[in-house]
Structure formats: C-alpha cells, structure tokens
C-alpha cells in the first residue's frame, strides 16, 4: 500500500516535539523566567517537511517560536511582554494572516502560536511565519503549500422551502445552498427546474449568489393552491474547480390553500436567552417556525455585540430554518453580549419579521473542568479521520477510515489499524484491517468486531473479526447480512451487534439484521411496525431492547419519532413523541443506565436535546442555558455519571470545546481547554473506565493522528 503522508497538529504535538528545539528550556514553576532566547521558530503543523499539498482554498499553520527575554512562567499558561508579535504571510497572493500566540509552560517553555484559516491560490504558495520582539529580534519558518486542484463534487446542503414543505407560499423563490463555491455558468434555467404534478415546467429565473453558495429559482407566475411542485438541481451544476453534482438532486414542496400574510417568528434561540456559562466558541444561532428567505439573512440582519456595545466581526449563514452567526475568533470570557435580528429578515412570502428580536447571554468564566494529556505521536498511524475505535480492556484500537495520499493525490480507504496503550504511551500499527470508512465497529470481550462503512465504490458490507492476542482479522459470514449501505445504526447487545435502516444508494430502509458472534451468522429482523425507512438515525442498547430516533425520512425530512426493539421478540414498539426533541439528523444518542440521551445535529444549529425514559415512555428535555454551541457531536460518551461532548463541527469547522452533562441534576459544565488537542471532528472517542481518548479527525483543512487523553 502506498506510504501515507503522516501530519501532526495541535497544542500538544507542538509542545512535545518542541523538545528538539534549542529555544526550549528551563522550568514553569515558581514564576522563575525562562533561560536566554535562541531566536528560532518552527512550524510544525500540517507538517514539519517545509513542503505541503492540499486541495483546500486555506491552510492554517501551527508550531513554536522563541521566548523574549521578560517572559515568565507563572502556570501552564505563561505570560509574555509587550511588543512580541507573530505574523504569517502569503507571497503568492500577499494575504497577511491572524496569528494567536501564548507561553507555553506545561512541559517546555515555548512561544505556541496558531494562524487563522490562510487563503491559498492554485499551484504554489510560499508561507513565511515571523516571530519578532520589542528589542527588533526576529526568527522565521517558511513552508511551500501547494493547492492542487481538487476532485470533490459539490453536494446540496440546504433548500428553502425545505424537502417536503407544505403550506409554501404561492410566491415563493426556490433557494438552495451548495457545499461550495459554484460555476457560476453552470447555475441557469435549464440546470436548476421546477415542475408542477404534471411533469410541466414552471417558467423561472434563476440567479446565483456567490457569497452565500446560493443559487435561487424565482418563478414568473404566481403558483398554484394546494399544489405540489418537484425542484431539481442536475448534474449539469459544477463547482468552481469544474466537478460536477454526484446525481441530480429532487425534492417536493407543496403550496398552501392561501396567501400568506402571517410574519414568521423565532423559536429558539443558541446561547439561550439568559445564560451565563455561554460557550466562548461556536455559532450563535436563532430558528424559525418557517422556512425564511436566505437573502435577508445576513450581516445588516443579523448582528452581535460585545463589552461597550462594541461590534463582533463574524460569518453569517442561514441552514434549514436556522440563522448563524459565527464569530471570526473567540469570544472573551465572563462577558456579555447582544445578538439580534432585525426586520429586514423574511419568509418566503415577503413577511417580516414583526418587530426587532433581541436577547442576551453571558460566556463562562474558570478553567473549566477535567485535565488533559497528549496522546504519543511517536510510532502513530497515518492521520485519518471517519475510522473506527473501540477500548480493548487495556489498549484503544483504531481501524479504517480516510486518510490522504499525496503520490495519487487523493484520499484512500485505508487498512491500516493500530492499538494504543495509554499506559506505556505506545503504539503498534500493521495493515491487514478492511479498508473502508465510517464503519461500525465494537468490543465484545475478546474480539473486535466491524462492519460495513464506505469504500471507494459506495457503500460496502465488509464485515471482519479481529483478534488482539493472535493479532489476526478473520472475515464475517456474509449470508443474510443487510444490504449495502451507510448512515445506518448499530448497537451491541452483548451477544449480538445488530444492523438497522440506512441509505443504499439512494434507497432508504427500514430494515436490518442481528449478527452472532458465537454462531458467525446473521439473522433477518422483523419488519412488522418498524420505524419508517430513514438514514443518519442513532440507536442505544438499554440492557434489553434497541431504541432507533431520529435521521431523514425518504422525502428529505428530518424525523422525530423513534422505536424500541426488543430481539427476544422480534418485536418493534413505537416511542411517544410528546416533548421529544426537535426533529434532527446526525445527532448524538447515549444510554445512561436509565434514559436515552439525545443532543446536537448534522447542521451544528442547535445545542438542545432530549432525555427519553423507556421505563414512563417520557421525555424530558436537556438544559440548554449552560451547554456548548450548537454542533454536529460525533462521538458522546458515558462515563458511568456524566455523558461527555467534546469536538464536532459546525458549519464554519471544527471545534475544540465542550463540556459534561449531569442527566441527574439536569446541569452543564464546561471542559477546560488546557492541553486540549486541536479542534477537529469526525475523530474517535472510547471511554476505558477512568478517561476518555480522543484520537484522529478532520481538523482545518487537515487529517489527524494526534489526540488527547481527558480524566474528567
């Protein structure tokens, strides 16, 4: 297999490799100051090879630069003196990027610095990072990145109305979000359609927002009542790069029996209304009880302000019913601030707002909870994300996934796997692992089991066995295994690891399948009362039963119902909706022992959630005051006491926060982010009975193999 091209990030990775350094030296305690600088700086992140390929439009950088003579260590976090600067510049395009930058004393005392996003052109970029202090003395690092033009075609991830709306006004525009910037040729009449029951076409205007990745479909008559209308975007839409849509994407819409008159109304608010432990990160958020016209919602509509009404730079974005304002860096700590909307924001009918909207919240303050330590990068796997973890009893074992090649520049499935000991900080790696991402994976007491996932032709059912102690996969039986598929949902019941709903190439389903590990051989599931067909659900095992909720129905609605099944009996019961969540798709679910934990969603536009207790068939809904920012979660672990979020993703990237959940008393409480890894998602989280491993991911712009080990 070809040799990966291995990157480390984050705050850690700088620290422990900032070891070979000669700048580093000297203790952190006792504020006693750092010995004499040696003016070095060294750019360790996405890589230390001084070279760099990417197909992203940004890249950001992270390492260590000298420490100035006047620095002190008085904790983790030291202090440094006034006129000490680190800048990065792009000679390519002469793009001077943001650079944060700290004392770092945990393990060696050194400057960590980080650069925003950095824009990038086609071809090569020559980067040069400079660390300068008061008394003129500089050090410097270059990399060359270069941007190869990428091959990923751009996907669909918003509409308004949404899939399946009804009661859409009669002169409503059609909107819909691309995942990128798009050719602005290729968005027209022809590529981008709306058709009436009778296949016929509704006369249109289309136009094309750059900014916003938005292109929108304005009919020249006014249409029907009651009436249902099928909108398609074709393949014949291509992005920037030239990459066209994978399929054509369809989705219905049904008008109302009336005008519209009525003003569209806020339903939730993120950070709540109120809060006082707001995280200093993430989105701030509002949604609506309809779709709303994504053209009105931007800067002049949608606004935050900080300490002394002083306004916050940020990206507003509009998804599926909610607005987000997202803050171009981090908001201080133990302030408060405004967010508000105003009446330029409109449904699709032309209703505004009915008056100014405004509320307030305040950031949390304190270190937080819980303590960090890096994982070891020596001897690491090949940085990936969208693999698979499990905890072995003593080791964490990492399989599959995605990870870059730079030779046939793109990404592969990869077979590699590796095991972690947290206790000897060691790795092991081999190849030999099914190569496919985002596949199931479980312990079952002796053996690894998965199954499933992405390969490179589309979904795939590879199934395998592995055994730690032999150091062996051994295939699954595959007779009566479900059908291809992904954003299906999996639980291990102790005896069996069950298979259920999912997307097969467009086909959604609402069936599955129980495999036994005992036997190697998989059993058909009843059919009778199952949940609807759905994709990108969760599921938990309670001891007794498989409880499935949520994902996207065949229409492209979100769902929010659910059901229990019990394999004693092959039997499915329906769950009451009453106070259940609202509707959501790659949410989080856990099992605490007595209660179902919903939380999070595929768009990053909440942060509410649920608690279904199977024994009063009731819902209970999460605290909302003092959780993280809205995100996709990722991973959610049980720890016995607290259901733990860290990381996730939200529309403007990943994150590096997050907090625990008390399901008892109902409460938040935020993390510290001392020592935390790098913000990433799609990364691993395994619970070994005292801590949690984090490991792997999707940083900014960049695959992960370094981690964290946090003892809440």
Not at 65 to 83: E, H, K, Q, W, Y
Not at 401 to 428: C, F
Request: proline share 6%.
């Amino acid at each position: 297999m070809t040799t990966l091209f291995r990157r480390a990030l984050g705050f850690v990775a700088t620290i422990v490799m900032g070891l070979i350094l000669a700048s580093c030296g000297g203790g952190g305690d006792g504020g006693d100051a750092p010995p004499p600088p040696t003016y070095s700086l060294w750019i360790a992140s996405p890589t230390d090879a001084g070279t760099y390929q990417t197909e992203d439009t940004t890249v950001s950088l992270s390492g260590s630069s000298f420490v100035p003579t006047g620095a002190s260590c008085t904790g983790i976090v030291g202090t440094l003196p006034a006129g000490y600067q680190v800048t990065a510049y792009n000679a390519a395009n002469g793009v001077s990027a943001y650079t944060t930058f700290y004392l770092g004393c945990l393990l060696q005392v050194n400057v960590i610095w980080h650069t925003a996003p950095i824009p990038l052109v086609l071809g090569s970029n020559t980067i040069t990072v400079t660390a300068t202090d008061s008394s003129g003395n500089t050090a410097h690092d270059t990399i060359v990145v270069t941007r190869v033009a990428e091959t990923t075609p751009p996907t669909v991830v918003s509409t308004a109305p949404i899939a399946g709306a009804t009661d859409v006004a009669v002169n409503a525009a059609v909107t819909v979000t691309f995942s990128e910037a798009m050719d602005v040729a290729t968005i027209n009449p022809a590529t981008i359609t709306l058709k009436d029951s009778q296949n016929s076409p509704v006369a249109a205007s289309v136009s094309y927002d750059a900014t916003n990745r938005q292109a929108r479909l304005t009919p020249s008559i006014q249409l029907a009542y009651s009436a249902t209308y099928t909108a398609t975007v074709s393949t014949g839409v291509h992005d920037a790069s030239g990459n066209a849509l994978a399929a054509d994407y369809a989705f219905s819409l049904t008008t109302g029996a009336s005008n519209d008159f009525v003003a569209p109304v806020v339903q939730s608010v993120s950070p709540a209304s109120g809060s006082t432990c707001a995280a200093a990160s993430g989105a701030v958020t509002a949604s609506f009880d309809e779709d709303i016209d994504p053209a009105t919602v931007n800067g002049g509509s949608f606004s935050l302000t900080g300490p002394g009404n002083s306004a916050v730079s940020g990206t507003v974005a509009y998804l599926n019913r909610t607005a987000s304002f997202t803050p171009g860096s981090a908001l201080l700590e133990g302030s408060t601030y405004t967010a508000g909307l105003t009446t330029a924001i409109a449904d699709l009918a032309g209703n505004h707002l009915a008056s100014p909207y405004q509320w307030t919240f305040t950031t949390a303050t304190g270190a937080g909870v819980g303590s960090w330590l890096p994982t070891s990068t020596s001897g690491v796997p090949s940085a990936r994300y969208g693999h698979a973890a499990v905890w072995a009893g003593s080791e964490m074992i990492v399989t599959g996934g995605l990870a870059w090649d730079p030779v046939l520049n793109q990404y592969l499935h990869t077979g590699q796997y590796g095991r972690y000991n947290p206790t000897t900080e060691t790795w092991k790696t081999a190849e030999g692992a099914p190569a496919a991402g985002y596949q199931t994976a479980f312990w079952t007491g002796s053996h690894m089991l998965v199954w499933g996932g992405s390969g490179p032709a589309g979904p795939v059912t590879a199934g395998a066995r592995y055994d730690p102690t032999a150091d062996a996969w051994t295939p699954m039986a595959t007779t009566g295994q479900p059908s291809p598929r992904y954003g299906y949902a999996a639980v291990w019941t102790g005896e069996e690891m069950i298979i259920w709903g999912g997307n097969d190439n467009g086909t959604l389903q609402a069936n599955g399948a129980r495999y036994d590990r005992d036997t190697d051989t998989w059993q058909a599931m009843s059919t009778a009362n199952a949940p609807s067909a759905r994709f990108y659900h969760t599921a938990v095992w309670t001891g007794t039963e498989m409880i499935v909720w949520g994902g996207v129905g065949s229409t492209g609605m979100f769902l929010g119902d659910g059901a229990r099944y019990n394999p004693r009996t092959d039997t499915w019961t329906p769950i009451s909706n009453v106070g259940a969540p609202s509707a959501r798709w790659g949410h989080a679910a856990a099992w605490s022992g007595t209660r179902m934990f919903i939380w999070g969603e595929m768009n990053g536009n909440t942060n509410t959630g649920g608690l279904y207790n199977p024994a009063t068939n009731s819902w209970t809904p999460t605290d909302s005051l003092c959780a993280p920012s809205g995100r996709r979660p990722g991973n959610i672990v049980w720890t016995g006491s607290r259901m733990i979020v860290w990381g996730g993703a939200t529309p403007s990237g990943p994150l590096d926060d997050g907090s625990e959940y008390d399901p008892v008393a109902n409460i938040w409480n935020r993390i510290t982010s001392t020592g935390s890894p790098s913000a990433r998602s799609e990364h691993t989280a395994v619970w070994t009975g005292s801590k949690v491993i984090y490991w792997g991911g999707s940083g900014y712009g960049t695959e992960l193999n370094t981690g964290g080990v946090l003892t809440p």
